[in-house]
């Protein structure tokens, strides 16, 4: 009788494959919640499969976006609240994607480790199921990666995809004016960009995750936290009750740089600066960091974390449409015949 091999094994080698498995078992029921019209099979399989005419689309354009996190997971890991960082990764992907008249569909999701946990793990993708409960796409595929050598011990990390569609012809940005306004809707604190500069500040303030959050209540770790906002159910609603011109999503970059990417060429922004408050979590990064107002207005959302371009005739009701969704919203400013972003009053 053949002596049964001693030889090597993938679990040796730092890869729990049943530890995988358990995970999909564990995230099957929040991946279930996300199901919506268009959806097929369940997870597991090698491809996830979506039925565009059952979602009630006749003559679709596909439109597509994937995005992470950034350095905001490493404050996630650091601090082991890692459930908010799963809806941050959707709505990087799904605020982008009705920028373009889109309505999400369905996401998957990249998660890579060195050593999978799977309590972890689940935290970090139910988080994800909220999120595209929230932008009801649904939660219908994505990978796990269990890669020893690859991640220090405790990392890991995350990449989103999305898949939206729009019938022919209803892409955005489309007949933008000189006089048309932009309608500013408040974010949810810092989102997930700039979080490089934030550590930063951070470190060079001497504080830790752990202490008081200088600008609010609770851990600075916990408020640095707060998820990103999702707006695409208010933001398609405005769109297909018509007057909206252009969307824009103001992540890395800030309103510099992320509005002249609605405006074609000749067309441009005035921002009134006064319009709204400061968030005290920008307040405090600009005065602990000695960030000027330039650099803060190019690097953070500063409080506004979407933009509609808009008739102006529709601007009431389209600022009531997101209210009644629970985002506030204003007039920030309007387009103009210069190109670029134009700033006047005040942000600090």
Not at 33 to 46: E, I, K, P, Q
Not at 116 to 134: F, W
Not at 226 to 251: D, E, K
């Amino acid at each position: 009788m053949a002596k049964e091999s001693e030889g090597l094994s993938y679990a040796e080698a730092g890869v729990d494959i049943e530890a995988g498995n358990s995970l999909v078992r564990r995230i099957g029921p929040a991946a279930a919640r996300t199901a919506r019209s268009g959806t097929m099979d369940g997870l597991g399989g090698f491809g996830a499969m979506f039925d565009l005419k059952a979602a009630g689309y006749e003559d679709p354009i596909l439109v597509s976006a994937t995005d992470g996190v950034g350095t905001k997971l490493r404050i996630a890991i650091d601090t082991g609240e890692v459930a908010g960082v799963g809806i941050d990764l959707v709505a990087m992907c799904v605020n982008d994607l009705v920028c373009q008249g889109a309505e999400p569909l369905f996401f998957l999701d990249y998660f890579a480790t060195g050593k999978l946990d799977v309590d972890e793990a689940a935290k970090v993708i139910e988080g994800i199921a909220e999120g595209c409960q929230t932008a009801g796409a649904a939660l219908i595929g994505g990978e796990t990666a269990e890669m020893p050598g690859m991640y220090g011990a405790g990392d890991f990390d995350l990449a989103g995809f999305a898949v939206g569609a729009m019938e022919r012809g209803g892409h955005l940005p489309s007949s933008l004016a000189e006089g048309d306004v932009i309608i500013g809707v408040a974010s949810n604190g810092v989102h997930s960009n700039g979080y490089s500069l934030v550590r930063r500040i951070v470190e060079h303030a001497g504080l830790g995750w752990d202490s008081d959050a200088p600008f609010g209540e609770g851990s600075l770790g916990a408020a640095l936290l707060a998820p990103t906002a999702i707006y695409v159910q208010p933001a398609l609603a405005a769109h297909r009750a018509g007057g909206v011109r252009g969307f824009a999503h103001i992540t890395g970059g800030g309103l510099t740089e992320n509005l002249p990417r609605v405006f074609p060429d000749g067309l441009g922004a005035q921002i009134d600066l006064s319009s709204w408050d400061l968030p005290p979590v920008f307040r405090w990064l600009a005065e602990a960091g000695g960030v000027a107002e330039a650099e803060m207005l190019k690097t953070f959302n500063c409080g506004i974390g979407f933009c509609v371009v808009a008739d102006p005739d529709r601007a009431e009701s389209i600022i009531a449409g997101f209210a009644e969704a629970g985002h506030d919203a204003r007039v920030i400013g309007s387009v103009t015949g210069t190109e670029g972003v134009a700033y006047e009053g005040a942000l600090l």
